[in-house]
């Protein structure tokens, strides 16, 4: 049963680089599928963040891309996230998922990270 | 630039039918925008209902199903119950590999 977990720091200083890794078990993140990450703010709704297939094509929220990278590891069957320059409002839950069609499919149960110094 | 719109809340009598709607602030939905819905309650992740427009997520009940209605897609509850009761969001693909949510849709059974 495919199972994604991510990991990470739950707190980093303003300016700095958020990072965080997704966990895939179950399933191979080599079949040729997408796997994304989505950020939700408390209490607030759902933002797209980006996505990579396992050849490292990658694609990003227009909003977002100056800032975030999103990179494979097919070895570990991981794959990251980095955030760079976060402020208070990157203060979110952040969620991996693999696509079912084009679009986030099956989830990871999250992570909180504030930005705070 | 283009908003994905959904309606801020909606009620529902239990037992009764609802169609949440998903839509462009500038256009019409169709199958090309696959779109998906979630569902979400507090301090849980998303949990994907439907995706591709139609298909439904496995282990999801039969009384969710997504459609087109004229210009936006829809999630439609047929017999909603009381744990229906939950944030719902939806999603597009809008074409060169961007995808974006809706603000959601707050869902009441009463």
């Known amino acids: 049963q495919l199972q994604l977990q991510e990991s990470g720091p739950g707190l980093v200083k303003p300016s700095g680089t958020l990072s965080l890794t997704c966990a895939v078990s179950g399933d191979s993140i080599n079949n040729g599928d997408w796997w994304s990450w989505v950020r939700q703010p408390p209490g607030r709704g759902l933002e797209w963040i980006g996505e990579i297939f396992h050849s490292g094509t990658t694609n990003y929220n227009p909003s977002l891309k100056s800032r975030v990278n999103i990179s494979v590891d097919k070895s570990k069957n991981q794959f990251s996230l980095t955030l760079s320059s976060v402020t208070a409002a990157d203060t979110a839950f952040y969620y991996c998922a693999k696509d079912s069609g084009p679009n986030p499919g099956v989830w990871g149960q999250g992570v909180l990270v504030t930005v705070s110094s | 630039q283009t908003v994905v719109t959904q309606e801020p809340s909606f009620s529902v009598t239990p037992g009764g039918t609802v169609a949440l709607t998903c839509g462009l602030s500038s256009g019409s939905v169709s199958s090309d925008y696959y779109p998906s819905w979630y569902q979400q309650t507090p301090g849980q992740a998303p949990r994907t209902l439907i995706y591709?427009?139609?298909t439904r997520s496995s282990g999801v009940p039969h009384r969710f199903s997504g459609s087109i209605l004229g210009n936006k897609a829809a999630l439609i509850i047929t017999g909603a119950q009381a744990d229906d009761e939950s944030d719902y969001y939806c999603?597009?693909?809008?074409?060169?590999?961007?995808?974006?949510f809706g603000g959601g849709t707050k869902l009441t059974v009463l």
């Open positions: 591709n427009t139609n």
């Open positions: 999603v597009l693909f809008m074409g060169n590999g961007i995808s974006m």
